[in-house]
């Protein structure tokens, strides 16, 4: 499990920082890629990376400000002559359906795969066997929401030799044990998967945000996550003009990530006012707060290893 960032400025495109566009990737997971957010030219960085646009499977945008979503109907259109044939759904604030819709309708795109468009509400936005996606609203002017992804936990691995040893033979019966299941043998013994299991492997807690200033939701989102992204607009001292513009500082951000009990915090989403030199110092004004803290970069990826 990788982030990956394929665009980390506020605002307008600059030299140095593409608009947003976050690429979260599980591809040994499950083969899958999926994007937060489709600013303008997200297709363009992609080219630069490994990322197979065939393999986005679902696309979750935080807002409908135009930095967040002007890349996303040339990407989707793209996708179709890339090989891209397997369902792909975009999750969003309402709005998303029709800005799709009128995009792709008035330029006479049709994609040769099935697009799934749903607007969400506060919650639990998807759920499978493997993850479970939280949304809440932040506080950024207009709807915005902050994504929790949790990885569910893994049960342990069965210990097959040592049901061997017990007299247990291979079949049926190791994938009951495996799932958790007390069984009964022929003799009357009883098999109690704890013994027979080895330890659960903890899921991991990836929580990306989109625009917003400090605010609760965030820290709820954020609770023990092994990464926080969160947005980082404005430098430490700039609180006003942050709370003014619906944005955080450093320090905010920092904050957060402190109160939630998070292991890594990455900014995003810094203005182009801050050049290339001012970048270690927004770090140092969150690690004075939370050590753990790195500032994104277009083309940067942070690896979440298992817990
Ligand atoms: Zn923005
Ligand atoms: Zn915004």
């Known amino acids: 499990m990788d982030v ?12 140095l920082r593409n608009v947003t566009s976050i690429a979260l990737k599980l591809l040994e997971e499950r083969g899958a890629v999926w994007l937060f957010d489709a600013g303008e030219a997200t297709q ?20 409908l400000h135009g930095d967040h979503i002007y890349g996303l109907p040339g990407l989707l259109s793209s996708r179709s002559f890339q090989g891209g044939e397997s369902e792909v759904t ?3 604030p309402k709005g998303i359906k029709e800005y799709i819709h009128v995009s792709l309708s008035l330029s006479q795109t049709y994609l040769k795969y099935s697009l799934k468009v749903v607007e969400i509400d506060e919650g639990v936005i998807f759920e499978d066997e493997q993850f479970l996606v939280e949304a809440r ?16 936990d893994k049960p342990g691995t069965l210990l097959a030799d040592k ?19 007390s069984v009964v043998l022929e003799d009357g013994r009883v098999i109690e998967p704890g013994e027979f299991l080895g330890p659960a492997q903890k899921g991991r807690v990836v929580t990306i945000l989109g625009d917003t200033r400090y605010c609760e939701n965030a ?14 607009t404005f430098s430490k001292g700039e609180e006003q003009l942050a709370h003014e513009y619906f944005h955080s500082t450093t320090n905010q951000a920092a904050k957060i990530a402190l109160k939630a009990g998070c292991k890594q915090l990455c900014l995003t989403h810094i203005s182009s006012r801050y050049d290339r030199n ?11 707060i939370f050590r753990n803290t790195e500032i994104s970069e277009d083309f940067k990826e942070i690896h979440i290893s298992n817990r």
């Open 4 to 15: 990956f960032f394929l665009g980390t400025g506020a605002g307008m495109p600059a030299k």
């Open 44 to 63: 363009h960085q992609i080219l630069h990376t490994s990322i197979k646009p065939r393999r986005i499977e679902k696309i979750f945008v935080t807002h």
């Open 90 to 92: 975009v999750y969003g």
């Open 137 to 152: 609203l932040l506080e950024h002017g207009i709807p915005s929401y902050g994504y929790r992804v949790v990885e569910k």
């Open 163 to 181: 049901l061997k040893e017990a007299g247990v033979q291979p079949g049926p019966i190791f994938k009951r044990i495996k799932s958790g299941e």
């Open 219 to 232: 820290l709820v989102l954020a609770k023990d996550a092994d990464l926080l992204v969160h947005e980082a």
């Open 278 to 288: 001012a970048w270690r110092e927004l770090v140092a004004e969150a690690q004075g």
